[in-house]
C-alpha cells in the first residue's frame, strides 16, 4: 500500500488530543504569567527573570535531558512529566489564594514548567516515529497536524483566554493550566505501548549526551536542518525585539493593532502547517525546504520596506507560512532518518541549539536599533535569513535528503522511500 493512502492509526488521535490540550494550557500560561508578575512588581529586570527561567531548561539540561530520554521509556515520560506540571502548577495557585506569590517563586515555576517541557516535547520527539513506523509521509501529515493544532490553540485560543481567566483571580489561569496538563497525562498512559530503542553499550550520561551532538555536528543534513531553527532564532528575535517599537513609531499602530498584526503572523503559520505536505510533495523535501526559507527571509525584507500596516501584516502572514511549514517538514524529515536509539539526543541539540540563539538575536536586534535605525534590525534579519538559505541548500538539498531515506527505510519500507524519490526527481533542484 502506497503511504500517501495510509490512515493515521488511532493512537496518534489521543497524542493529537493530548498536545492540543496541553498546548491551550500554554496559551494560557504564556498570557497569565507575564500579567500575574506585574501585579506583584513593576521592575523590568524582575519581569525579564520570570521569562528568562522558562528557557534556561533547555540552556542548561538540553542535550543531557536528550540523553536521558533515550534511556528511558518515552510514552512514561511524556505522562509523567504532565502529570508533574499540574501538580507544581497547584503550588503558585495556593500561594495567590494565600497573597503570598512572589517573584522568585514564579521564577522557580517558570524554571520547572520549562524543564518539564523539555522532557515532554523531546519525549513526544522521539515517540511518534515510533508510533507511525517512520513512514514520511504519515510524519508530515501528523506533524502538520499537531503544528496547526498547536497554533491554534497556544497563539490563537489561549492567550485570551488566559487574561480573561486572570480577571477572575490570579490562582484561576494556573489551575486552568494544571487542568489541560492532567487530562494530558491521562491520554498520552492510554498511548500504546511502542518498542523499545536498543539498548547501548554501558556508558556514562555525559559520553552517550556527546555521541548524540556529535551525531547531528557529522551530518551534513542534519546540520542543515539544525543551523536553520539556530540562525532563524538570531534573525526572528532580533524582530520580534523591536516589532512592538516599530510597529508603534513606523507604521502608526497602537495596542489593539498590533495585537491583529500578531494575529496575522499566527494565522500565516496555520496556512504554512496546512500545505508542508503538498509542497514536500511536489518540489521534493529538500527544495521545499529551501524555497521556504528564501520567503520568510524576503517577507522579513518586505516588513522592514512596508510603507503602512496592511502590507506589514501580509508580509508577517507570509513569513508565517513559510515557519510554519519549515517547522513540520524538517521534523518529519528528521524524525524519519535518525536511528530511534539516537532520536532524543539529536532531537535536544537541536532545539538547545535554536534556544541558544535567542539571546542572540535580542542582543542583536536591541543593538542596530540603538545604534543605527529602528528599521536596521529588520534589514538585517532578512539579509540573514537570505544568506542562511544559499547556505544550507546544498546541505538539505533533494538528493541528500532522498539518500539519507533510502538509508534510513526499512527492508519492507520500499514503497514510500521509491515514491519520495520519484516525486523529488521530479522536481527542481535547488543545489
Not at 493515521?8 to 488530543?17: D, E, I, V
Not at 494530558?184 to 548524540?212: F, N, W
Not at 520596506?305 to 517547522?327: D, K
Request: include cysteine; glycine fraction near 10%; charge should be positive.
Amino acid at each position: 500500500m502506497n503511504s500517501d493512502v495510509k490512515k493515521l492509526p488511532s493512537g496518534f488521535g489521543r497524542l493529537w488530543t493530548a498536545q492540543t490540550i496541553s498546548s491551550l494550557g500554554d496559551g494560557v500560561s504564556h498570557a497569565a504569567l507575564p500579567l500575574i508578575a506585574l501585579t506583584l512588581t513593576r521592575d523590568p529586570m524582575a519581569l525579564a527573570v520570570v521569562t528568562a527561567a522558562g528557557t534556561l531548561p533547555w540552556l542548561l539540561f538540553g542535550v543531557l535531558g536528550g540523553a536521558l530520554v533515550d534511556r528511558w521509556d518515552r510514552r512514561r515520560t511524556m505522562w509523567v512529566a504532565d502529570a508533574a506540571r499540574a501538580v507544581l502548577l497547584a503550588i503558585p495557585a495556593a500561594a495567590a489564594v494565600l497573597d503570598v506569590l512572589s517573584i522568585p517563586l514564579l521564577a522557580a515555576v517558570a524554571f520547572l514548567l520549562g524543564l518539564g517541557g523539555l522532557f515532554f516535547d523531546t519525549a513526544a520527539t522521539a515517540y511518534l516515529p515510533d508510533l507511525l513506523g517512520r513512514d514520511p509521509a504519515l510524519l508530515e501529515r501528523a506533524n502538520s497536524r499537531l503544528r496547526g493544532a498547536q497554533t491554534a490553540a497556544s497563539g490563537f485560543a489561549g492567550p485570551p483566554a488566559g487574561s480573561a481567566l486572570l480577571a477572575l483571580g490570579r490562582a484561576v489561569p494556573l489551575l486552568a493550566d494544571a487542568v489541560s496538563f492532567a487530562l494530558s497525562a491521562l491520554l498520552v498512559r492510554s498511548l500504546p505501548a511502542t518498542p523499545r530503542a536498543v539498548p547501548e553499550a554501558r556508558e556514562s550520561l555525559l559520553r552517550q549526551a556527546r555521541a548524540g551532538a556529535s551525531y547531528v555536528f557529522r551530518d551534513r543534513l542534519l546540520l542543515g536542518l539544525a543551523l536553520r531553527p539556530a540562525v532563524g532564532n538570531v534573525a526572528f528575535v532580533a524582530v520580534e525585539t523591536v516589532l512592538a517599537l516599530y510597529a508603534h513609531d513606523r507604521l502608526g499602530i497602537d495596542t489593539y493593532g498590533f495585537g491583529l498584526l500578531l494575529t496575522a503572523e499566527a494565522t500565516g503559520g496555520l496556512l504554512g502547517a496546512g500545505i508542508a505536505s503538498q509542497l514536500g510533495r511536489r518540489l521534493g523535501t529538500g527544495t521545499a525546504l529551501t524555497c521556504t526559507a528564501a520567503v520568510e527571509g524576503l517577507a522579513v525584507l518586505g516588513l522592514a520596506a512596508a510603507p503602512n500596516p496592511y502590507v506589514a501584516g501580509l508580509a508577517l502572514a507570509v513569513c508565517g507560512a513559510g515557519m510554519g511549514a519549515t517547522m513540520v517538514l524538517a521534523p518529519s524529515l528528521r524524525q524519519a532518518i535518525v536511528p530511534a536509539h539516537l532520536m532524543g539526543r539529536v532531537a535536544s541539540t537541536s532545539r538547545m541549539l535554536a534556544m541558544c540563539a535567542a539571546p542572540v538575536g535580542a542582543f542583536l536586534g536591541g543593538w542596530l536599533a540603538a545604534t543605527h535605525d529602528i528599521r536596521t534590525p529588520l534589514y538585517a534579519a532578512g539579509g540573514l535569513l537570505l544568506a542562511m538559505t544559499a547556505v544550507t541548500a546544498t546541505m538539505t538539498g533533494n538528493r541528500r535528503v532522498e539518500a539519507a531515506l533510502r538509508a534510513a527505510a526499512p527492508a519492507d519500507g520500499a514503497d514510500h522511500a521509491k515514491s519520495r524519490e520519484s516525486a523529488a526527481e521530479s522536481a527542481p533542484e535547488l543545489v
